[in-house]
């Protein structure tokens, strides 16, 4: 399957179920919609300011356009052997590090070690559920495998690096 392809149905996948795991957590605490993803596209594209309620669109757009964007990334990543639980632990730094850039720059967000404890878990919890499903395909449909490095032969475009021997060497090199 061509990378982009890839990309984007892993991006949807990790967007499909982390809103499927937030709708989920919403129903048993009761946690409001977030519509920062909205007033952050907003500020973005310099339009003005409007009530929550007519920014659903924008949220959406916000909400899916950067996790099916981002799933481009993981699949680079799995191509260039970076996958399975440590490749989507990266993916998932790098997401949070995306959407606190964002928001922080627009001046929508705050910083997040300023935000309440429970605030900080559902977020990464909600984060982390986007980039390991988004990893799990990725890996899939790159290597053949959800998770690579788990089969008795790897793909071919697979490459496992013995990082202590390569450190070993640098060091007879020096």
């Known amino acids: 399957m061509p990378l982009l392809a890839a990309g984007l149905l892993a991006g949807v996948a990790g967007v499909a179920a982390m809103t499927l795991g937030e709708k989920l957590e ?9 519509f920062v993803p909205a007033h952050t ?37 799995a191509r260039g052997g970076v996958g399975g639980p440590f490749g989507s632990f990266l993916f998932l730094n790098l997401r949070l590090l995306n959407d606190q850039s964002l928001e922080n720059a627009t001046g929508i967000g705050a910083p997040p070690w300023t935000w309440p404890r429970d605030e ?52 007879r090199a020096a």
């Open 26 to 34: 919403q129903a048993v605490t009761g946690r409001p919609n977030s």
């Open 41 to 77: 596209l907003q500020r973005l594209l310099g339009r003005p300011a409007r009530p929550d309620r007519e920014r659903q669109g924008l949220n959406w757009a916000m909400h899916w356009g950067q996790g099916i964007l981002l799933g481009l990334v993981r699949a680079v990543m």
């Open 120 to 171: 900080q878990v559902v977020d990464l919890l909600h984060k982390a559920v986007y980039a390991f499903a988004a990893g799990a395909v990725a890996d899939r449909l790159i290597t053949g495998r959800a998770s690579p490095g788990t089969g008795r032969h790897e793909p071919a475009n697979w490459r496992r690096v013995d990082h202590a021997a390569r450190s070993a060497a640098l060091r």
